[in-house]
């Protein structure tokens, strides 16, 4: 049985750059164990996004587009920090994301759950399935209080 072919440390980033994007730390850590040193990492990250094949940038974009139509802004900022996003890329996001929290947390909470809570404890079940998701506890305590609903959404 012939031996695998050796892939160099590049072959191994652009393969899984050709797959979808990944943030600079993100790419680092898969990375990692085939590098023979970190400095020869960083300078083939470095390299890597000279030429633009990796992007915090466009990492975040496609995220912020994988992630919007089930997530609240605080899950999908989490998972930015915690795929090291700088703090200027992450106020970038913000305030669009939180813009569209209200209409998102109601359209999945209408899709899961459709009705008012009649009880207590189907109340606080429903208020962990929007806060789980990435929401405000206030946005989805107004959602199940039925403060919130379909009609403030309507586009005119």
Known sequence: MPDKPVISLKGRA?????????????LRKKLLSYAESEVQLDELLDDLQKNQWLSDKRYAE??????????????????????????????EYREDLKAHDPQLAFE??????????????????QIRFLVSRGFSSDLALKIVSGRLNSNDFSSG
């Open 108 to 125: 999945l909470w209408h899709r899961k759950f459709e009705n008012l809570p009649t009880d207590p404890k189907e109340k606080a079940r």
């Open 62 to 91: 496609s995220l912020v587009r994988r992630r919007t139509e089930r997530f609240g802004s605080k899950k999908i900022l989490e998972e930015m920090r915690q795929n090291g996003l700088s703090d200027d890329l992450l106020n």
């Open 14 to 26: 652009l393969r899984f750059l050709s797959r979808r994007d990944y943030s600079r730390q993100e």
